[in-house]
C-alpha cells in the first residue's frame, strides 16, 4: 500500500515550523534593511505595545532566555534605542521603555509588519483569519494546561 502523503505533510507541529520559518524570513529582511535584528525588533516591539517592562517579563514576551535579552537590551540602550528606569524605592526594580529614536525606528516596522501580516493572511477569507487567529489563541492558552 503506497501513501500519498508523508507524515510531516500533515505534522502540526512542523507545519507550523515551516509557516514561521517562511513568513518570518520575509519581515526579517525588511528588519535586515532597517539593521535591526530578529531579537531586537521582538524587544522593541515588545516595549512599544506594553512600555515600561520589567526584563523577567520582556523575556517571557519575547520567548529568548533572560541573559541573551539583558545582552540585546544592553546594546538597544547602548544604540540610544532603550531606557532604563531605576524605581527609587527598590533598585533592583528595572523598568524598560523606549527613547525617542527607538519610537522613530520602531513606528514604521510596525507598519510594514501590519503590512507584511496582511499580504500573508489575504490567502485566507476575513471568515477564516478570524478562525485561523481564534484557533490560534487556543492552542496557546491550552499549552499552559499541557505542561502542567
Known sequence: MMMSRQHFDDYLLYQLAIASQALSSQFHKELAKQGVSPAAWRILYCLWSKPDMRLTELARH????????????????????????????????????????GKKLVMPLIKRSREHEDKVLAALSEKDRLQFRRSLTLLIQNMDVCEG
Open 62 to 101: 519575547v520567548l529568548y532566555k533572560q541573559p541573551r535579552v539583558t545582552k540585546c537590551v544592553a546594546q538597544l540602550k547602548e544604540d540610544g534605542l532603550v531606557e532604563k528606569n531605576i524605581r527609587s524605592e527598590d533598585r533592583r526594580n528595572v523598568s524598560l521603555h523606549l527613547t525617542e529614536n
